[in-house]
């Protein structure tokens, strides 16, 4: 009889796992390989075909340590209820060591806000396409291959999660850098967020570099020039001007030099709302008084007993317990 | 190299793991205690497993709490989730400290009289919920979701004392444990 409850309520708990579904939700934007975007369990044998088509978009050629625009078009696109889908850039499929930083690249800013290779996009109603674009600082001379995966769940959360990728990789080639070619700085980072009503003021670092012009735009809308004042010394600096609302921001450099001129790819700058902040000292001196009054409290509940009491049960106790 | 966030997990993993041990242990001793459902003879090992498991918890805690602070994305504190995350612990920390430190001072004499079992069989049970209730923000704000979820608890809102208060509290509490240090006379 003991058995057959035990036997019971393991099969319970075990059945009971499959009317779960993993992680409804999402997981976030992260750094991960194909497949491990919060679905680890969730490997080729357990997924089913997404029937969303994936694409990558690259230049074909990318210059040794410079920075290089990709984007990834997700066409045909099923989600979840509430509208997740994940999608990845990866340097190929085979699930483990494929991120784009294995192979050397290195992710400055992606279209979402962040700066890890899959991110978490949150589609509306009616939206079938949707695009997300990767900045990256290029790796050593090579060829290289670029491959995009997405996964998502369907409407009512009833089917096995859903994984789709592009059917052939995209080829980078990147060679050396040409002598001369204007260009940013090695060590320049674009940045990636503001707060929504401030302007944000950049300072561009550059290399064989005698004049800029900066355009920007709102992602789909037209782009406008701002004006670029030299600070000397190859450093230069413009104003984005501030959003009202969250919104993502395109700007690009346009580079003048002795050697063929240059455009930088279009680097996002995501706007949001000012984040929530508290004062941390407060925080961390509650924290403190509430582990005290915790101690003290039960401390003071339980302080009752004298000490020949508690002599005396503790004897009492080992009695019950030898005769167990 | 590990990253923060997989040592989150497994020592977040350790910690819970051991709680939620010690929360059944506990509800075993404090049946146990009361000679109910035929335990009486199991109330020393559930008092054992019990308390070595909460203790085990609280050893296991600090290095949950501090790849956590390392895995959270931006700097400090700067969500409410967060803040709740860590009050909530902390609580849960005094709370379970305490019932350790009754059971270290006072010894088996905790199970003696009616009041003292259902107050040590419900601070430790008691803790273990909060810790249970710290992971499950911690899934809120990891993933979006938790099993919780369908309390609709106020993670959002956070219940800040003025700063003076918490002195107050800490100096109160402190008295407290101090004059409390030996047995009652009697």
């Known amino acids: 009889m003991r058995r057959a409850s035990v036997f019971g309520m393991m099969a319970v708990l075990l059945l009971a796992s499959s009317h779960g579904a993993a992680n409804p939700s999402g997981v976030g934007s992260g750094t991960f390989d194909a497949q491990c975007g919060g679905a680890c369990h969730g490997d080729a044998d357990m997924n089913r075909s997404s029937p969303a088509t994936v694409s990558v978009e690259a230049p074909s050629v990318a210059y040794n340590g410079l920075l290089t625009s990709v984007s990834v078009t997700v066409a045909d696109i099923q989600t979840t209820a509430n509208g997740l889908l994940g999608v990845f850039l990866l340097s190929d499929l085979t699930g483990a060591g494929d991120t784009p930083a294995d192979d050397g690249w290195a ?18 109603s009616g939206q079938t396409e949707h695009t997300v674009s990767w900045t990256l600082r290029a790796p050593s001379i090579g060829t290289y291959n670029l491959h995009a995966a997405v996964h998502h769940g369907t409407q009512d959360g009833s089917e096995a999660p859903f994984f789709g990728s592009t059917l052939s990789p995209t080829v980078v080639e990147v060679v050396e850098v040409p002598e001369n070619l204007p260009r940013l700085a090695a060590d320049f980072a674009p940045p990636t967020q503001v707060t929504v009503g401030e302007a944000s003021e950049i300072d561009l670092q550059t290399e064989f570099v005698n004049s800029v012009t900066v355009e920007w735009r709102t992602v789909g ?19 984005l001007p501030p959003s009202v609302q969250p919104v993502v921001l395109e700007w690009r450099a346009h580079l003048e030099g002795d050697g063929p001129s240059q455009t930088t790819p279009w680097f996002q700058v995501n706007s949001d709302d000012p984040s929530w902040s508290v004062d941390e000292t407060t925080a961390y001196a509650q924290s403190l008084a509430m582990l005290l009054a915790a101690t003290s409290l039960f401390v003071a509940l339980q302080h009752r007993r004298t000490a020949s009491e508690l002599k005396a049960y503790e004897a009492e106790l ?3 317990g030898g005769e167990a | 190299m590990v990253s923060s966030g997989t040592l ?6 350790m910690t819970v793991g051991a709680f939620a041990m010690a929360g059944a242990a506990f509800l075993l001793a404090g049946l146990a205690s009361h000679g109910l459902a035929g335990m009486r003879r199991h109330l020393t090992l559930a008092d054992h497993v019990a308390h070595f498991a909460l203790a085990f918890g609280l050893l296991a805690m600090p290095m949950a709490i501090v790849t956590g602070i390392q895995a959270s994305p931006g700097e400090g504190v700067d969500h409410p989730l967060l803040i709740n995350k860590m009050l909530l612990a902390s609580t849960a920390f005094g709370l379970a400290f305490g019932v350790l430190l009754t059971r270290w001072r006072q010894g088996t004499a905790v199970w003696q009289d009616a009041w003292g079992r259902r107050w040590q069989a419900l601070g430790g049970m008691a803790s273990v919920g909060l810790i249970l209730t710290t992971a499950s923000i911690g899934g809120t704000f990891s993933r979006g979701e938790s099993l919780l979820d369908m309390l609709h608890l106020p993670y959002e809102h956070v219940p800040l004392m003025p700063f003076w208060l918490s002195g107050l509290i800490i100096a109160v509490a402190s008295a407290n444990l101090v004059l409390l240090r030996r047995p009652a006379q009697g």
């Open chain 1, 221 to 239: 809308g037209e782009s406008k020039t701002v004006v670029v004042q030299p600070l000397g010394d190859e450093t230069w600096s413009f104003t």
């Open chain 1, 318 to 320: 080992d009695d019950v």
């Open chain 2, 8 to 13: 989150h997990v497994v020592s977040t993993e």
């Open chain 1, 107 to 124: 992710i400055l800013s992606n279209s979402e806000g962040g700066t890890e290779n899959y991110v978490e996009a949150r589609i509306s």
